[in-house]
């Protein structure tokens, strides 16, 4: 089973199991993970998901869609390594993934 660590602003970390095919954002709602609000509930249509993936992790990730680029013009904060959780599939290859959470979503 993967495990993903979302680390929050202030530095806390919380690490969890994830069932391979589920998102980084069911995974982190599931967990009661901070700083993912997932208002859309996955549709990728309110950005409020928003994460910053780990640099070694982010070149592992497929490119994003159109829609998950649209999307991210309305998070707060956009980086480079900027993502939707909700586009993020776990697999057994993302097993150690780690992302960021934001300061404030939306």
Request: contains cysteine; hydrophobic residues 40%; aromatic residues 4%.
């Amino acid at each position: 089973m993967p495990r993903v660590t979302y680390i929050q602003p202030n530095g806390e970390s919380k690490t969890v199991d994830v069932p391979a095919g589920t998102t980084a954002m069911e995974a982190a709602i599931d967990n009661d993970v901070a700083g993912i609000v997932a208002e859309c509930g996955g549709a990728a249509s309110c950005a409020t998901c928003h994460v910053y993936v780990d640099s070694e992790w982010f070149k592992r990730l497929p490119a994003p869609s159109q829609m998950e680029s649209d999307m991210l013009d309305f998070a707060s904060d956009v980086q480079p390594t900027s993502r939707l959780s909700c586009q993020i599939v776990m697999t057994a290859e993302l097993d150690g993934l780690i992302v960021k959470t934001p300061e404030r979503q939306g």
